[in-house]
């Protein structure tokens, strides 16, 4: 059974940091991905990262202020967010990916975690 835990998130100014972190256990992964979800919208992409190599891809809108990396030793996946805006706002998830391509889309990962909220006050 594949698990995702996600910590790390909280209420924080625009311009703030905050460091979320998904512990993974269960399997041998191929792609770990991080996507958000605001109120009212739907689940977009933020970053994605190849467990193995640790290529990564970015939305264009985190791009240049977030970063994703992988702790191998500690199956742990992290995505340290930078000068934060109100609109970065959502409920953040890290997911599991089918295969190793840094896929954008949700249907692409099969095992989630159950989210962690970040809050960007203006």
């Known amino acids: 059974q594949v698990q995702l835990v996600e910590s790390g998130g909280g209420m924080v100014q625009a311009g703030g940091s905050l460091r979320l972190s998904c512990v993974v256990s269960?399997?041998?992964?191929?792609?770990l991905g991080w996507f958000r979800q605001a109120p009212g919208k739907e689940r977009e992409f933020v970053a994605a990262i190849r467990w193995s190599g640790g290529m990564t891809a970015y939305a264009d809108s985190v791009k240049g202020r977030f970063t994703i990396s992988r702790d191998n030793a500690q199956n742990t996946v992290y995505l340290q967010m930078n000068s934060l805006k109100p609109e970065d706002t959502a409920v953040y998830y890290c997911?599991?990916?089918?295969?190793?391509?840094?896929?954008?889309?949700?249907?692409?990962?099969?095992?989630w975690g159950q989210g962690t909220q970040v809050t960007v006050s203006s």
């Open positions: 269960g399997r041998i992964f191929n792609a």
């Open positions: 997911a599991v990916g089918k295969s190793w391509a840094l896929s954008r889309r949700r249907d692409e990962y099969d095992y």
